[in-house]
Nanobody, 123 residues
Framework: QVQLVESGGGVVQAGDSLRLSCAAS????????MAWLRQAPGKDREFVAS????????NNAESVKGRFTISRDNAKNTVYLQMNSLKPEDTAVYYC????????????????WGQGTQVTVSS
């Protein structure tokens, strides 16, 4: 069974950048579309970005378009989220997940959640 471990979160100021990593073990993620989601305090978990299994196509939530970029290295069994121009409203726990239903563009189900990594953006 695939296990995912997110890392790279931290406390930054508005306008700063962070790069999150999601390392997989227990199996290859090369055959899966992958996604990043986030959950802010008191809010539902929301979609952030997704990438197809080949790393050639991506989709971003409107709130992060132009600022966040998802990528993957199947040889390293790792997915990344480059976050630039961070805003206080980006503060959340960020999770990566395998997309198990839908498409990479419109995922409808996820599995193998990691434990998440906290991103805090101060103004």
């Amino acid at each position: 069974q695939v296990q995912l471990v997110e890392s790279g979160g931290g406390v930054v100021q508005a306008g700063d950048s962070l790069r999150l990593s999601c390392a997989a073990s227990g199996g290859s993620i090369s055959t899966y579309h992958m996604a990043w989601l986030r959950q802010a305090p008191g809010k539902d978990r929301e979609f952030v970005a997704s990438i197809n299994r080949y790393g050639t196509n991506r989709n971003n939530a409107e709130s992060v378009k132009g600022r966040f970029t998802i990528s993957r290295d199947n040889a390293k069994n790792t997915v990344y989220l480059q976050m630039n121009s961070l805003k206080p409203e980006d503060t959340a726990v960020y999770y990566c997940a395998v997309i198990t239903s839908g498409t990479y563009y419109t995922p409808s189900g996820y599995a193998y959640w990691g434990q998440g990594t906290q991103v805090t953006v101060s103004s």
